[in-house]
């Protein structure tokens, strides 16, 4: 039997509804067919405290509900999407994640509700609005129902993968859902977020896994985007180019020296050009020794004149004799 659909928020008294598991609003329903082309053939890593968490969760959940029929690659697929198996498997010795994993503040911006703080900052260092917290993005209003001991240190922690795993398993499960069934399969994740998109890549992802999983070993620093997954086999450390030379916007690019041209334009000028008179007369007298040097125009006086269009106004010229 369907359950009803209460989304990721305790409903009791709040008159809260479809709020998904770390405080988003539902989003306008757009049915779409499942892209099952997007995911490239092959084996999907998952870090090994991850791994192990997703499975033991789907063992404890078949002891307590086994009409449920919750497998770890479901389990698995939303701890990828909601944070990317933490960070990576950036986590301690006992699944405790070594970062904080913490959703935005739910205070109504954007796609999310306004939920004021409900744990006095106790799980999401908040004490003005709540926030989705750990590697499955619980809200603490909603651990509070969920809360599972999935590491048995006798400390439910919304941080710990083991213990989130669980939980997320029991949230799926509530309602008496057999997830087998493809309908009760979509009810219960549209619990957890209420967006067909999401749906449909949970179960993409669910499916990648069963086709094909491996065990890879937990980061030791906290990995890439979690809405981002890299493709099979991509190094993590990839060369990067040399640097370009910088480039300067001063000045003119250089010039290549050419060899001369009896046809090179003289550059522009700017201004108004300064043209000189052209000579009529010479100021020294022809040689007698040097008959070729005769000049053709009269010898000048000495007499001073400033002349038109000269470099300066002291300048000194010779004038012709009158």
Known sequence: MDAALVQGYDPRGTGIRQIAVDGRLPVVPSPSALPA?????GRWGIPASALAAYRDAAAVLGREQ?????????????GRIESGHARGGYVDAAGTTLESILGPELNGTGPYAAIPDTDHGALDRDTVWDRAVGPFQFIPATWQGYASDGNGDGRPDPNNL??????AGRYLCSGGLDLANPDQLRTGIYRYNNSDSYVDKVILWAEAYRMGADQVPDS??????PGIAPAPGLATSTPLPAPLPPITTAGPPPVTSLPPSSETTPPPTTGTPTTLPSPTCVSVPPSSTSP???????PCDTATSTATGS?????????PRS
């Open 37 to 41: 082309y997007d995911l490239p053939a």
């Open 66 to 78: 086994p009409g449920c029929r919750l497998d770890w690659a479901l389990v698995g697929s939303i």
């Open 162 to 167: 083991f213990d989130a795993s669980l939980a």
């Open 220 to 225: 030791k620093v906290p990995v890439g985007n």
């Open 292 to 298: 070729s040097s005769t000049p053709t125009l009269p």
């Open 311 to 319: 470099p300066s106004s002291g300048s000194t010229a010779k004038v």
